[in-house]
């Protein structure tokens, strides 16, 4: 049963909730302001703090699955009985047709490997893709795992900082970028739509890294795990998709489970179009060659056939959700700067004007009883930073901030 307004109370939870953005009209078939009770439930998320401290961090939603999903999923749990699987009759046919109905880009069956997950993709990556001497470059500030990355392949690793403009939008730094690809690089992590950040590279950049990495000889390794997650006035484009050359140069890695909140399922997916990278990426599985969850491809494959609607009112909602946080940053949150995600559902703030003594992950929870992902576990440029998740019912997401607001209205005095 999911936790309503009235239970929600104990957070203090205002009664009066804005409507004026349009976002209570998703409730024609979707509740996305329907909390869950995730206590309930074996939930880093809401087991990873103190009770009375809202969690707004990890990159985990707070909306149940499309119902279709829940029905299959029960449909294949009564069946009882839960031996070694082989994959799933359809799911590879159903990932190309999303591929090439969302993104238009044609792949072939042979071309996917299906996985347990992205970082594990990332990390079977590097493997296949390391050699003596040569680093793996990445952007920071960027999501934790990147950084262990290097280390598991035995690699050194190279952090081409992204740039900050003036109106705290990330650009690409290309002078910088160039210049670390000729030092001594052998493969680029890319983040794409980037985390924590929030962008969406467009086309002319993502040309520029590819055409830069094959001048080097550089191998693209992508992650494009939030892909589907893109906001009005932006597209996601996989690098791969740019022409045949990238393709043979990039491995892909991606999943359902951003998308329709199914992380917990350990089900994605790598697209290798060059067979002799496909390959080798095989033979670095050697000793990991299992089967994916069986219950992960059944709600991949039906949240791709049957999911769209619902993430079509859930692209809208967090898009609403996306703009209430921005607006109430620069009204209410004085010395925090936010820039609009293009894509994610994650703000990135900078909170490094606002005078604090703690670092503001530290502040927030004391003071806010507001659980944020700390700057600092970005890499370089994470520090006076935190990340905020608004992919939550918006009675949650109005809460948090209000909490936040009082905070720093009681820090100024």
């Given at each position: ?37 995730r206590?309930?439930?074996e ?8 009770p009375?401290?809202?969690?707004m ?16 999923l ?7 009985i ?11 046919e159903?990932?190309?047709?999303w ?8 792949v ?6 299906f ?11 590097a ?6 001497g ?7 500030p960027?999501?934790p ?6 280390k598991?392949?035995?690699i ?9 403009q003036?109106?705290g ?9 160039e210049?670390d ?10 983040c794409?739509p ?7 590279f ?12 094959l ?17 009005n006035?932006n597209?996601h ?12 140069n ?12 199914i ?11 060059n ?7 095989k033979?670095?599985?050697?000793g990991?060659v299992g089967s ?15 999911g ?21 940053v620069?009204?209410k ?13 994650l703000?990135?703030l900078d ?8 670092s ?8 806010a009883r ?7 576990i ?7 930073h935190v ?8 009675p949650l997401l109005?809460e948090?901030l ?12």
């Amino acid at each position: 049963m999911g936790i309503g307004l009235d239970t929600l109370a104990e957070f203090s939870i205002p009664f009066d909730i804005r409507v004026d953005d349009g976002y209570n009209a998703l409730m024609q078939k979707y509740d996305f302001d329907q909390l869950p009770d995730r206590f309930a439930s074996e939930c880093i998320k809401w087991h990873f703090f103190e009770p009375d401290v809202l969690p707004m961090w990890i990159a985990d939603m707070d909306f149940s699955v499309p119902r279709e999903v829940a029905q299959a999923l029960q449909n294949r749990v009564a069946h009882g009985i839960f031996g070694y699987a082989e994959h799933l009759k359809g799911l590879p046919e159903v990932v190309l047709a999303w591929l090439e109905s969302k993104y238009n880009w044609r792949v072939n069956v042979e071309d996917l490997i299906f996985l347990p997950g992205v970082v594990v993709g990332l990390n079977l990556s590097a493997q296949t893709l390391a050699s003596p001497g040569k680093a793996l470059l990445i952007q920071p500030p960027i999501y934790p795992p990147f950084f262990s990355v290097s280390k598991n392949a035995g690699i050194p690793s190279i952090e081409s900082r992204l740039l900050i403009q003036e109106n705290g939008r990330y650009v690409i730094d290309w002078d910088r970028f160039e210049f670390d690809l000729i030092n001594n690089c052998g493969q680029f992590l890319l983040c794409n739509p980037h985390n924590p950040v929030g962008r969406v590279f467009d086309r002319i950049e993502l040309e520029r890294m590819a055409e830069a990495c094959l001048k080097n000889g550089v191998t693209i390794c992508s992650d494009e795990i939030h892909s589907d997650l893109v906001y009005n006035g932006n597209r996601h484009i996989p690098i791969a998709s740019l022409d045949p050359e990238i393709a043979a140069n990039t491995i892909t890695h991606m999943s359902p489970s951003k998308t329709f909140n199914i992380p917990g399922l350990d089900c994605s997916f790598a697209v290798i179009q060059n067979p002799d990278l496909r390959r080798k990426f095989k033979q670095a599985r050697r000793g990991l060659v299992g089967s994916v969850n069986l219950l992960g491809m059944v709600a991949a494959k039906t949240a791709y056939q049957e999911g769209l609607p619902w993430l079509d009112q859930l692209l809208v909602y967090l898009e609403c959700n996306r703009n209430y946080v921005y607006q109430f940053v620069q009204e209410k949150l004085p010395g925090v700067r936010m820039t609009l995600p293009e894509g994610t559902y994650l703000a990135w703030l900078d909170c490094q004007e606002a005078g604090l003594e703690l670092s503001p992950c530290q502040f927030f929870v004391d003071h806010a009883r507001v659980g944020l992902s700390d700057g600092r576990i970005f890499g370089p440029g994470g520090v006076g930073h935190v990340r905020l998740n608004f992919g939550c019912p918006r009675p949650l997401l109005e809460e948090g901030l209000n909490r936040m607001a009082r905070a720093l209205d009681r820090f100024r005095g």
